[in-house]
DNA sequence: ATGGCCAATTTTATTGGA
């Protein structure tokens, strides 16, 4: 199973380019992030000629997860389902080849001192609660946009970054937490060295500059990331017209029908 | 080359992203 993670900052800016590297790429599980529409402006048609099913929680305008999948998605679940506020649509799992797939889009934050900011750890801890319910034993990945810088080598420019809302000492000692829950951070599994990242600002020259954060991973249990083989950064997703400012990651398991 | 923000919105400025 070759399943990735992509915050797609817009599926309707960026339909195209989702169709040619799924036609490409060939993922059979995709967990998107920032879909930016409702269910009912999701392209559902082009997905499934693409030969992909889709679970969609959808928002307008903002946030908004998605699960693809070439296999059908069984038990579709959305948000937390704890007693929180579920206004924003951050979470979807659905369960593909006997394997659970939660897409996640962490809350960014805006600023250390913003009600954001609150937002984001209160959201957390309710991550880590949902996470907590979950038959960790099993096979499952938790997919999506942390919003979370995990060490210094997640990082280019440490100074500029450290102390913010996606880069700080509580932030990652809560990524550690999700990693102490028995789960494992895939990409790492088989890339131990710096300077590989998923995320670069628009602005600045972020990329060409090369000033990244790798703040997009594949969290998996040990039942399913015992069997990954390898995993991968699409950077050339962040080149050409009208590039997300997130490029894929992937890994590949050895689970499933591929 | 990978290039100096981008996307959505009851749009002509504002909000949010990271």
Not at 111 to 123: C, I, M, P, Q
Not at 194 to 221: C, E, Q, V
Request: charged share 30%; glycine share 8%.
């Amino acid at each position: 199973m070759l399943l990735a993670t992509w915050n797609i900052n817009s599926i309707r800016a960026r339909e195209e380019r989702l169709l040619n590297w799924l036609e490409r790429r060939q993922p059979d599980v995709v967990c998107l992030q920032e879909l930016k529409c409702t269910e009912q402006q999701f392209p559902y048609d082009a997905i499934e000629a693409a030969g992909y099913r889709a679970a969609v929680h959808g928002q307008k305008t903002y946030n908004g997860v998605a699960i693809l999948a070439k296999s059908p998605i069984e038990d579709v679940t959305t948000g937390f389902g704890d007693d929180g506020d579920e206004s924003q649509a951050r979470v979807i799992s659905g369960t593909v080849e006997g394997a659970r797939i939660i897409s996640v889009y962490v809350v960014n934050g805006k600023r250390v001192d913003s009600d954001k900011y609150e937002y984001k750890l209160a959201w957390l801890e309710r991550l880590e609660a949902f996470l907590a319910g979950h038959n960790l034993a099993a096979p499952l990945a938790i997919c999506g946009d942390y919003n979370i810088v995990p060490d210094e080598r997640d990082v280019e420019k440490k100074e500029a970054w450290e102390g913010g809302v996606l880069y700080n000492e509580d932030l990652t000692t809560r990524f550690r937490r999700l990693l102490d829950l028995g789960l494992v951070d895939t990409f790492r599994r088989h890339h131990q060295e710096g300077g590989l990242y998923s995320w670069w600002d628009y602005r600045m020259l972020g990329f060409p500059k090369n000033n990244g954060l790798r703040i997009d991973h594949l969290l998996a249990t040990p039942a399913l990331a015992d069997t990954s083989t390898d995993a991968y950064i699409d950077r050339d997703e962040r080149k050409g017209q009208k590039p997300s400012d997130h490029a894929p990651v992937l890994t590949e398991f050895e689970w499933g029908t591929r």
